[in-house]
């Protein structure tokens, strides 16, 4: 029997951009997609499409020109700060101030959709906390000061905070910045477990596009001319994938599932040397 998934994110007839009225700067118009529950969704496009910009808006983060955002079946316009923040969790690549707060403190700041006005902590919120402390590999810095962590190490503790606060909808800007290549194969496999185990709605954004692509099971392909969502074979088929760079020279060899670079006199795809 055939079972359907659940909307969690829907964008419909959406114009994004900055300022308003005859001020307003228009990146895109006209988006639209729906993502489920239980999905590993990748958006990819080129420096300066509005990748951040989309997902800001799709965060509430900053207002649409035109359209609607719907999180988990509720317009984002319409619904209180606190209340949108127990369905969707957002990580930028911004860089984070937290004074004198421990790492356990900044991952606790994920539960204030839970600890009411006092903000206190109860002993679930702080069970929450260690298990997406644990669950990013970071429970042995629990003390630590965030100031102190490293810039992957501060990366994996905003990964946590967004663990913590137990949302149907996670977005992450670029998770796997900063942080070396075991670092980054690991976020991508935490990405995957909390889709599979949690049933979570992940959307991510990333330039290590090559590493990222077999996990997801969607991309949203971002364009000067549009945005689209396919599935990651369909794009790659369709030659989809290879469109949105299109005038960089590049070329995407489905069989290796590789971007290598074609500048019409030698294609930039070696062999490390083998023969």
Do not use: W
């Not at 600890?115 to 630590?144: I, P």
């Amino acid at each position: 029997m055939m079972t359907t998934k659940r909307v969690t994110v829907e964008a419909e007839a959406l114009s994004i951009g900055y300022g308003k009225g005859n001020s307003a700067r228009c990146v895109a118009e006209g988006i639209g997609f729906s993502l489920y529950e239980g999905e590993l969704v990748l958006l990819l496009g080129r420096n300066g499409v509005g990748k951040s910009t989309l997902l800001r808006t799709l965060s509430a983060m900053q207002p649409p020109l035109a359209g609607r955002v719907s999180i988990c079946g509720r317009d984002i316009a319409r619904v209180s700060l606190q209340r949108l923040s127990a369905s969707v969790s957002v990580v930028l690549t911004d860089k984070t101030f937290a004074g004198g707060l421990r790492t356990d403190e900044v991952v606790s700041l994920g539960r204030y959709p839970f600890t009411g006005f006092m903000g206190r902590l109860s002993e679930t919120d702080r069970r929450v906390v260690r298990e997406a402390l644990s669950a990013v590999g970071m429970l042995h810095k629990e003390r630590d000061y965030f100031s102190r962590l490293s810039d992957g190490e501060r990366q994996k503790v905003m990964v946590a905070k967004a663990l913590a606060q137990e949302s149907d909808v996670i977005i992450l800007d670029e998770p796997t910045a900063f942080l070396d290549l075991p670092s980054r194969l690991e976020m991508l496999a935490l990405m995957r477990r909390l889709v599979v185990e949690r049933r979570k709605t992940v959307l991510f954004s990333t330039h290590d596009i090559e590493q990222s692509l077999p996990y997801a099971d969607r991309l949203l392909l971002f364009s000067p001319s549009g945005l689209c969502c396919r599935t990651v074979r369909d794009a790659a088929e369709s030659g989809a994938l290879e469109a949105i760079f299109d005038g960089c020279g590049l070329h995407y060899d489905k069989a290796a599932m590789r971007f290598s670079l074609d500048d019409g006199r030698v294609r930039a795809c070696g062999n490390g040397g083998a023969d």
